[in-house]
């Protein structure tokens, strides 16, 4: 079985910076297919942040444009999502999902992590 689990939350003033990070672990793993950050604030709906894609396509919320990258590295098995000139309002849970590949016939994985929660005070 293959897990995802986040890291790098955490408390930050406004103008702060986080590195995400969203690692992948068990069973044999090939490749990070794919990967998005979303987050969600109290009663608040789920928010896609950004996204990258197997083709290396990047897709980001107009209100994080600018401020986050994400990324991913096949060779840890991570997905990171950069984040730069934090407003209160990024205050959320945040989590990753993720497409994995698990062997070279092209099998794939497919799950959320726990979440990790990134605060913004002022």
């Known amino acids: 079985q293959v897990q995802l689990v986040e890291s790098g939350g955490g408390l930050v003033q406004p103008g702060g910076s986080l590195r995400l990070s969203c690692v992948a672990s068990?069973?044999?793993?090939?490749?990070?297919?794919?990967m998005s950050w979303y987050r969600q604030a109290p009663e608040k709906q789920r928010e896609l942040v950004a996204a990258i894609f197997r083709d290396g396509r990047t897709t980001y919320a107009d209100s994080v444009k600018g401020r986050f990258t994400i990324s991913t590295d096949n060779a840890k098995n991570a997905g990171y999502l950069q984040m730069n000139s934090l407003k209160v309002e990024d205050t959320a849970d945040y989590l990753c999902d993720a497409e994995v590949g698990i062997d070279n016939l092209g099998t794939t994985w497919y799950g959320w992590g726990q979440g990790t929660q990134v605060t913004v005070y002022g």
């Open positions: 068990g069973r044999s793993i090939i490749s990070i297919n794919e």
